[in-house]
């Protein structure tokens, strides 16, 4: 059998919960994603369960698409993952075909300017960005600024735990804070009237 090339070698991702749960997905080998493994996002999706019903969700950097889907298989009826890097995007796109997600809707393009192009605010927000590209900041900046939060909305945040918590705005209240190998991953409540 001829040996894969490292480009097209696909890793698996579970879906732990809801209507797709235990369905299996795969994600290409591409430079700076990593999906959050199956502890984390039931911790996770654990903290979230009470507002996920009905909820706008934005997966910022979606990667495998495992915090995405995972909201939509456990009832946001709206979820909208962005993807820069082009082989990711395409292994998402045949993703959502395959489970036809109808709820969600997937965009190719950077984060940034995803955002600048919005109007409409989101309850939910997944930020977990390649380490490298040191973007928590920025994008917490334009969430706020161009206030696409709803008041009470909740933020994940995932970053690297030897480094310390990146600078968020004042109306970012941290909420839930946990630490997993070399991985540090936080909720944040947004509160509308705080200033920056």
Not at 1 to 16: D, Y
Not at 70 to 77: K, L, N, T
Not at 98 to 108: F, M
Request: with cysteine.
């Amino acid at each position: 059998m001829a040996r894969q090339n490292k480009a097209n070698r696909v890793g698996n991702l579970r879906i732990i919960g809801g209507i797709w749960r235990g369905r299996k997905l795969g994600f290409p080998d591409v430079e700076g994603l990593r999906p959050t493994g199956d502890r984390v996002r039931e911790t996770v999706f654990n903290w979230l369960q009470p507002v996920l019903g009905g909820s706008r969700c934005l997966d910022l950097f979606a990667g495998s698409g495992a915090l995405g889907l995972e909201a939509a298989s456990r009832g946001a009826s709206d979820v909208i993952l962005v993807e820069a890097d082009r082989q990711a995007w395409q292994q998402l796109k045949t993703n959502l075909t395959t489970l036809q997600a109808n709820q969600c809707q997937l965009i190719h393009g950077q984060a940034e300017q995803f955002l600048a192009a919005q109007a409409q605010p989101f309850d939910l927000v997944f930020i977990d960005p390649p380490y490298q590209l040191n973007l928590w900041t920025d994008i917490a900046d334009l969430l706020t600024k161009k206030r696409l939060l709803r008041d009470g909305a909740r933020i994940y945040l995932e970053y690297p735990s030897r480094q310390d918590l990146p600078q968020l705005p004042e109306s970012w209240h941290l909420f839930k804070e946990k630490q997993a190998g070399d991985v540090k991953y936080c909720l944040f409540t947004f509160e509308v009237g705080v200033s920056k």
